[in-house]
């Protein structure tokens, strides 16, 4: 199985701008100015975040009717409490008590169902650049965007939160499979460069070394399903009109962020992707998880930072499809090959699946010449 958007963008850009956008759960402040440079632990944004409210059935703890709990009270509404702190008492030697589980505000005391409603204090969020680069807009109370000349490489599909390490290479060639014992101490706070794919083991001992995201070719279901405990989904299929993840809310966060190039199974990562990434070891980088597959469409993505010596020609990010390009294949049969286009027809041509529309022919690394949907291929930056 594999997850593609096409939407004329190249997975793997060597030098580009790259734009990364910070948001805030919840309206704060900004702490940086338009222009101003960050660095990857730089606070750019704060925010108090609300927590949902606690209700603490004080009849049931003190073993009292619901209309004395207003009387057993030790504070009123609008009072403040701090956690472990007698929230409510009966009288006598061996009376019993009842204590607040959080800090924060009494909001209301219920006689008739004896309940008591604590706001908890909001928390504290601070949101950090996780990049190098310059601030170049503004949300005002919502966060920031910020630009910075980079190589990025886009993925399949991924999981896991935004995340900043330096790019450790793991493996020799893009085949290579990860194998548990090549991750070590060394590996801590590292986005490891892989191979055509992992295993759960892996993946624990890389959460286990305290590494903070890995970048792969593919991935087998079942080892993704025992690595994030998802055993009891139903199974991930092509073509289903009610296809979906797993809920995310109901699933433990990872603790790393993972992104597949090619898609499930064994699959080798793309060779110029592969060149790629290996020619940025021991660079600092972004690592981006997210995977959207409904308008706005995302994509998860690595952006590498590049110094200014490297970064004095800025490429696009979207290069054209025309004759001479190198190209990656997305239909089911020939997912991962790199071909390059020969011809481009301005008219409709039926193609293998008997469909007429545009298309390209493509000429593959093995010499096999190929017409295929323009949707079915990928430039290659």
């Known amino acids: 199985m594999t997850i593609y958007l096409p939407e004329g963008g190249s997975p793997a850009v060597a030098n580009t701008m790259a734009r990364i956008e910070r948001h805030l759960p919840h ?44 009387r057993a009270m030790r504070r009123e509404v609008l009072n403040k409490v701090n956690a472990g702190e007698v929230l409510a008492r009966t009288s006598g030697l061996l009376g019993r008590r009842c204590l607040a589980p959080v800090s924060g505000m009494i909001a209301d005391i219920d006689s008739e169902t004896g309940y008591v409603t604590i706001a908890p204090d909001p928390v504290e969020f601070v949101l950090g650049a996780t990049v190098r680069g310059v601030v170049m807009e503004i949300m005002p109370y919502e966060g920031v965007v910020i630009e910075t000349p980079a190589a990025q490489v886009y993925g399949a599909f991924g999981i896991g939160e935004e995340r900043s390490g330096v790019l450790r290479l793991l493996a020799i060639n893009p085949d290579q499979v990860v194998r548990p014992e090549q991750i070590d101490a060394r590996s801590a706070y590292a986005i490891l460069i892989c191979g055509s794919s992992i295993s759960a083991a892996a993946l624990r001992r890389a959460v286990a070394e305290q590494v903070r995201g890995v970048i792969v070719g593919g991935i087998e279901e079942r080892e993704l399903r025992e690595f994030l405990g998802w055993a009891g989904q139903t199974p991930w299929r092509t073509g289903l009109h009610d296809w979906r993840w797993p809920n995310p809310q109901h699933t433990p966060e990872p603790k790393l962020t ?89 008219v409709a041509r039926r193609v293998g699946s008997g469909v007429r529309t545009l298309a390209v022919e493509v000429v593959t690394s093995e010499g096999e010449q190929l017409w295929l949907p323009r949707t079915c291929v990928e430039v290659l930056g």
């Open 27 to 70: 309206p704060g402040e900004i702490l940086v100015r338009q222009g101003g440079r960050v660095e990857p632990d730089d606070i750019v944004a704060r925010a108090l975040v609300p927590e949902p409210p606690q209700i603490i059935n004080v009849a049931r703890a003190l073993g009292i009717p619901p209309g004395q709990v207003y």
């Open 258 to 346: 993972i992104i597949v190039t090619e898609g499930f199974g064994v699959r080798p990562m793309a060779q110029p992707i592969f060149e790629l990434l290996s020619s940025q070891d021991r660079q600092e980088a972004l690592i981006e998880g997210q995977t959207q597959l409904r308008r706005p469409l995302r994509r998860p993505r690595v952006v590498i930072p590049l110094t200014r010596s490297s970064s004095s020609t800025i490429g696009s990010a979207r290069p054209q499809l025309q004759p001479g390009a190198q190209v990656r294949l997305l239909d089911h049969d020939h997912l991962g090959q790199v071909g390059q286009i020969r011809s481009m027809p301005s």
